[in-house]
Every structure is written in C-alpha cells, then in structure tokens.
C-alpha cells in the first residue's frame, strides 16, 4: 500500500515514516541475528497498537539491511497494518555509510510540507562500520528531514563503536546497549513505539523545528548474570 491508497483517502491523516536499518554482517551470526529478528517480529502487534490508538497518523514502515553493501529489505513504503518481517540472514562486513546513504536517498523525495511527521529511524548493529560511514552520514543528515528525524541506535554487544552511533543520534542518551537478548527485545521494543512520542510542530514548515522525545521512558538496562554479548 502506498500513501495514494491510505485509508480514508489520499493523505487523509499524517504521515509517519518509520525505518529499520539493520544490521546483517557476519559477526551478526547465529544467536544474534536470531533474536533481531524475533524481536523486531515482536515489535509488530505494539506498532499496530499505536497506530490504532492514532488514527491521525498512518505508520508506514521502511527497512535497510546492511552487511557488505546496503540494500533495501522492505523497499516499499508499507503501512503498518500490511506489514510483515522476514528474517534476515548474516554474512560480509559492516557498510553503514551505504546504509545511510540508502536512507538519505529516500529522505530527499519527501516533501517539505506539513502532511509528514518527522521519520523515525532505529540503527542496529554489533560491530564498526567497514566503509567510510562519516559520508553516508553527512549525506543523511545533508537533508532536511534527516536533520528532523528521530534517530535511536541499539548496540549489540561490546564490540560496538558507540562514538559512531552518538555521531548518528547526536544524543548519547539514545544510544541504546544491549548485552543480551532480553534487553535487545527491551530496546527494540521500546524504539518501535516511539512514534506515539513524535509529533508535528504547531508552525513553520514541519522540518526544521526540534522533535521532543521522551528520553525518560527509555528501558533501564540492567546489567546481570545473562550478560553475553
């Protein structure tokens, strides 16, 4: 479903767009890539019921993998309720900046007008970028709706480069750590209903004006004994 064929009409309610950028490298394998995708199949039935608590705002889901180069995974913008995830599978490196720079392409076709909410983008990965993820990067944030998006990243695991991940968010506070399965599903759980927590700016061109998120509700993660990542 595209946005012409929203419900209810040609955009009849706000647009929000969310994107999934994951993650897929080879250090991704086995138990890792395993719960990313179970919980991001988990996140499903929460995203609906936002949406259904908003019918102001159509969610329309997005998703980028990424490992020797970027890809999209769900390449068609798709409203949350036709939404479905299909597993991703590990191997190659770690091409972020190609990530970004998909994402950056996408961002360049929106519209500056007010019939859009600012994007969501939710970074997962567990290793450093391969690439040079410092252009991809400034491209992304080169437009005006990468500028305005609210942008979470989840580490997995230790081996993360978390400087890289505060450069995307430009918030240390929404660089989110998971060492293990139970708190990634926390995370990604958590970042999957932050929508509900953007909200468009009463004036100006719906671009350039700060996106509140309430950083007090993120997940506490607590370090315990099932730490293994």
């Not at 919980?39 to 980028?64: C, F, G, H, L, Y």
């Not at 991703?88 to 996408?106: C, D, I, R």
């Not at 929508?195 to 607590?222: E, F, H, Q, R, Y």
């Amino acid at each position: 479903m595209n946005e012409r064929n929203l419900p209810g009409g040609e955009m009849s309610s706000r647009i929000l767009d969310f994107f999934w950028i994951a993650d897929c490298s080879g250090s991704m394998n086995g138990d890792k890539i395993q719960q990313l995708n179970y919980a991001i199949r988990q996140t499903i039935p929460d995203m609906r019921k936002e949406a259904d608590a908003n019918p102001n705002a159509s969610i329309m889901v997005r998703a980028v993998k990424f490992a020797d180069g970027a890809s999209w995974h769900t390449p068609t913008a798709t409203i949350i309720d036709d939404f479905n995830w299909t597993d991703l599978t590990p191997g190659g490196v770690t091409a972020m900046g190609m990530a970004f720079e998909l994402v950056a392409g996408e961002l360049k076709q929106f519209p500056t007008d007010t019939k859009r909410l600012p994007p969501v983008l939710v970074l997962i990965t567990d290793g450093q970028p391969t690439d040079d993820y410092r252009r991809g990067l400034d491209e992304l944030m080169s437009t005006p709706w990468g500028k305005k998006a609210v942008r979470i990243a989840i580490a997995i695991g230790k081996d993360t480069d978390l400087n890289v991940l505060e450069q995307f968010t430009g918030n240390k506070e929404l660089v989110l750590e998971a060492n293990n399965p139970q708190q990634l599903l926390k995370f990604i759980k958590w970042a999957s209903t932050v929508v509900k927590n953007v909200s468009a700016p009463a004036i100006g061109d719906g671009v350039n004006t700060p996106t509140a998120i309430d950083i007090s509700a993120i997940p506490v993660a607590l370090s315990d004994d099932d730490d293994i990542w």
